[in-house]
C-alpha cells in the first residue's frame, strides 16, 4: 500500500503561482512514476503531468506545457507541481497518483490521494 497526501493548493490571482506537493509513505513509494490529475465538478478527471519513478522523464498536457513543472525528490519521497502564470480555467481539485508508468492515462494509476484545491480568480 502507497498513501499520498497533497499539499499547497489554495486561492490565487490570475498569473500568480503555486507550488503543490505530494508526499508518498508507504511499501517501495519511491519506486512508482507519479502523475498529477484535476478534476473540476461535472468533467472527467484529466492528466496534468507525470514523471518517471527515476525523474529522468516527464509529461505534459497541452494546456499547461510551458507553465507547469513537475519533479520529484526522492530523499523526501516527494513529487512537486510547480503552477506559474495561472489562469482561470487552471481551478479544480488536484490529485496526485501512483502507478507503474507515467502514464496519461487515469486508470493506469494504483494509488490516489484525496486532492487539494486550487482555485485562479481572475
Known amino acids: 500500500q502507497v498513501q499520498l497526501v497533497e499539499s499547497g493548493g489554495g486561492l490565487v490571482q490570475a498569473g500568480g503561482s503555486l507550488r503543490l506537493s505530494c508526499v508518498a509513505s508507504?511499501?517501495?513509494?519511491?519506486?512508482?512514476?507519479m502523475g498529477w490529475f484535476r478534476q473540476t465538478p461535472g468533467v472527467d478527471r484529466e492528466f496534468v503531468a507525470s514523471i518517471s519513478w527515476t525523474g529522468s522523464m516527464t509529461y505534459y498536457a497541452g494546456s499547461v506545457e510551458g507553465r507547469f513543472t513537475v519533479s520529484r525528490d526522492t530523499s523526501k519521497n516527494t513529487v512537486y507541481l510547480q503552477m506559474n502564470a495561472l489562469i482561470p480555467e487552471d481551478t479544480a481539485v488536484y490529485y496526485c497518483a501512483a502507478g507503474v508508468h507515467p502514464s496519461q492515462n487515469r486508470g493506469s494509476y494504483d494509488y490516489w490521494g484525496l486532492g487539494t484545491q486550487v482555485t485562479v480568480s481572475s
Open positions: 508507504g511499501r517501495s513509494s519511491s519506486n512508482y512514476a
